[in-house]
T-cell receptor
Framework: DGGITQSPKYLFRKEGQNVTLSCEQNLNHDAMYWYRQDPGQGLRLIYYSQIVNDFQKGDIAEGYSVSREKKESFPLTVTSAQKNPTAFYLC??????????FGSGTRLTVV | GDSVTQMEGPVTLSEEAFLTINCTYTATGYPSLFWYVQYPGEGLQLLLKATKADDKGSNKGFEATYRKETTSFHLEKGSVQVSDSAVYFCALISNQAGTALIFGKGTTLSVSS
């Protein structure tokens, strides 16, 4: 079955460390997105990519980086520059003319 | 930039009560509008959508009408059930961020029997 896979489901990171969250889709969708979810803040857009080898900053890109070397993959790196990285991270994808598909999310905790 | 404002929660109702969750938006043009729902411990699911003015989206007893004159997309249900307890998000497709969805902050609904 087609879908989006985010891994791992839970991730713990020490302060000052970079960590990469995986997002893989086998839906052949061109566009992919990363959101951050905090209680009371809704989902805020971190980065998005409309096509392979191209991506754009969203509303809260500071402290994050992404790459889009393959159509099916859109990994998100949370760098040490992100001051408050503990959150729930959601990945999504979309094909033109179709709806959005969301992953099940990764919960990142800084310890 | 484009934005969505929805009523703050939590909203607490008794079973069979009427539900309204207000949502207004700021955007250029007439964006497609959505309501998503997140049940406890689960991912995000599309509840309903409307793509042009005066469209009414509906699903599972929920309805929302796209009102361009008031830039609103309020969610309503005539009789809520305990199983409707969840977080509800209003969203639009932003012309300023490719085809990314821009979400409101979410409204938590708690229904008791």
């Amino acid at each position: 079955d087609g879908g989006i896979t985010q891994s791992p489901k839970y991730l713990f990171r020490k302060e000052g460390q970079n960590v990469t969250l995986s997002c893989e889709q086998n839906l052949n969708h061109d566009a992919m997105y990363w959101y951050r979810q905090d209680p009371g803040q809704g989902l805020r857009l971190i980065y998005y990519s409309q096509i392979v080898n191209d991506f754009q900053k969203g509303d809260i890109a500071e402290g994050y980086s992404v790459s889009r070397e393959k159509k099916e993959s859109f990994p998100l790196t949370v760098t040490s520059a992100q001051k408050n990285p503990t959150a729930f991270y959601l990945c999504a994808s979309k094909a033109q003319g179709h709806g959005y598909t969301f992953g099940s999310g990764t919960r990142l905790t800084v310890v | 930039g484009d934005s969505v404002t929805q009523m703050e929660g939590p909203v607490t109702l008794s079973e069979e009560a009427f539900l309204t969750i207000n949502c207004t938006y700021t955007a250029t043009g007439y964006p497609s509008l959505f309501w998503y729902v997140q049940y406890p411990g689960e991912g995000l699911q599309l509840l309903l959508k409307a793509t042009k003015a005066d469209d009414k989206g509906s699903n599972k007893g929920f309805e929302a009408t796209y009102r361009k004159e008031t830039t609103s997309f309020h969610l309503e249900k005539g009789s809520v059930q305990v199983s409707d307890s969840a977080v509800y998000f209003c969203a639009l497709i932003s012309n300023q961020a490719g085809t990314a969805l821009i979400f409101g902050k979410g409204t938590t609904l708690s229904v008791s029997s």
